[in-house]
């Protein structure tokens, strides 16, 4: 029993005193990660549309200019589109985000990000059938977020963050004063390597 108390005690001291996450101009961090998303349409005519949950994935990258602020972009899978009753409108887009990224807290293990994300889509179908001429296929919209870095060693951390999406631009090729745009969030984990 004494060996398992101490064992413990030393586990608490060394996470304590895991070293800050401050970092130094020039660094980069590699993010891949794997998250949950609900995403939904804004405009017109959307009322009866519920929102389609799924899986996103992607690889993000941080590059520090200082301390507290960094430059975050990479490339993101994510699920758009809507339910509606008894089929989906999957639109799936490749999306860029390019967000700055201010790391705060003593240790800089909080961040909030806010920045611009153009999206290529990739995929657009209803129950199995293509509709992808229907709809544009470059969208832009505003992203934002914020996340926690928990710190495992000097080079690897896990994150946990909240993403935000808001599209800015009608993502309908034909719109005559019709216009619907993609929203929605992800919650996400993943692996923070710094190089």
Do not use: C
């Not at 700055?100 to 209803?126: E, Y």
């Not at 934002?144 to 993403?163: P, T």
């Not at 005559?176 to 929605?184: C, K, Q, V, Y």
Request: aromatic content about 16%.
């Amino acid at each position: 029993m004494r060996n398992i108390m101490l064992f413990i005690a030393v586990a608490v001291f060394s996470l304590s005193n895991v070293s800050a996450q401050e970092r130094d101009k020039g660094v980069i961090e590699i993010i891949p990660y794997l998250g949950y998303s609900s995403f939904f349409l804004n405009g017109d005519e959307v009322e009866q549309l519920d929102s389609r949950a799924s899986l996103s994935f992607g690889v993000k990258g941080d590059y520090y200019f200082n301390d507290r602020w960094s430059l975050r972009s990479g490339l993101t899978y994510d699920a758009m589109g809507a339910s509606v009753p008894k089929s989906d409108l999957k639109l799936d887009y490749l999306n860029i985000p390019v967000n700055v990224n201010w790391h705060f807290g003593s240790t800089r293990k909080w961040n909030l990000n806010f920045g611009v994300t153009p999206g290529f889509l990739m995929k657009a179908d209803i129950d199995g059938d293509d509709v992808k001429d229907f709809y544009k296929s470059f969208q832009l919209g505003i992203s934002y977020g914020i996340g926690y870095k928990l710190e495992i060693s000097e080079s690897f951390s896990l994150l946990f963050d909240s993403q935000g999406f808001f599209g800015v631009t009608n993502i309908l090729e034909e719109s005559d004063n019709f216009t619907r745009l993609n929203a929605g969030s992800n919650l996400n984990i993943g692996g923070v390597f710094t190089f």
